[in-house]
């Protein structure tokens, strides 16, 4: 044990109800919950987001600075795909319960829920999951950086990205306005997912 926790303290915590602690919701189908060292003052290096989501909902590209991530299909069926930064290969793997994925620390990655009612647990090597959201570097970087850095149309840019919103951690958007009859996820991008078998950011606690 890496903890320096008393244990004989009175203060000391053994159980939390996970479902106390949310840490975002677009809906009542889509939600997160966290539990790390903050909620249970006994965990040792280790925290989880408890994830739900509804079909075609999608946790957006992100990656964590401070920790790994195991993914665990509790109910339901999501793809999870990863870049991996050595071969720049994007990988897909469809889950279903009682499969995992494994992402290193730092990786960017995104989830995409293809049925509803799909429970995930991702697990971390960290006392807090930390976060760096695709919708904050689009959304966050000057335009006109983008612009030089990718040689850019600088009003194209912003116009395309004017609609992206900080911590949208759960996309699309409630306020989605393009046609919902497209909005299935592509068939043949979901054809070229692989199957192995038959700005720094805190999870917040709503309160």
């Known amino acids: 044990m890496g903890t320096t926790m008393d244990y004989t303290s009175p203060s000391v915590q053994f159980f939390y109800d996970v479902t106390k602690s949310n840490s975002f919701k677009k809906n009542s189908e889509n939600y997160i919950n966290v539990l790390g060292v903050g909620q249970l003052n006994t965990l040792d290096n280790i925290s989880l987001l408890d994830i739900f989501l509804s079909k075609d909902n999608i ?3 992100h990656y964590h600075q401070n920790a790994a991530e195991l993914v665990y299909c509790i109910s ?4 999870i795909s990863l870049l991996n930064p050595f ?33 995930l647990l991702a697990i971390f090597n ?13 959304a966050l970087t000057p335009a006109n950086i983008m ?9 194209q840019w912003k116009k395309v990205v004017s609609p992206i919103k900080p911590n949208t951690f759960i996309g699309p958007p409630l306020d989605c306005v393009r046609n919902r009859n497209n909005r299935q996820i592509n068939p043949g991008y979901l054809s070229q997912y692989h199957y192995p078998y038959p700005n720094y950011y805190c999870y917040p606690v709503r309160r």
């Open 76 to 79: 339901g069926s999501a793809v």
């Open 59 to 61: 946790i957006e590209p």
């Open 87 to 119: 071969t720049k290969v994007i990988h897909n793997y469809r889950v279903t319960p009682g499969q995992v994925v494994n992402i290193p620390q730092g990786w960017w990655h995104y989830e995409i829920a293809t049925v509803d009612d799909t429970h």
């Open 126 to 138: 960290a006392p807090t999951p930390e976060v760096i959201l695709g919708s904050d570097i689009l």
């Open 147 to 155: 612009a030089h850095s990718y040689c850019l149309d600088e009003n």
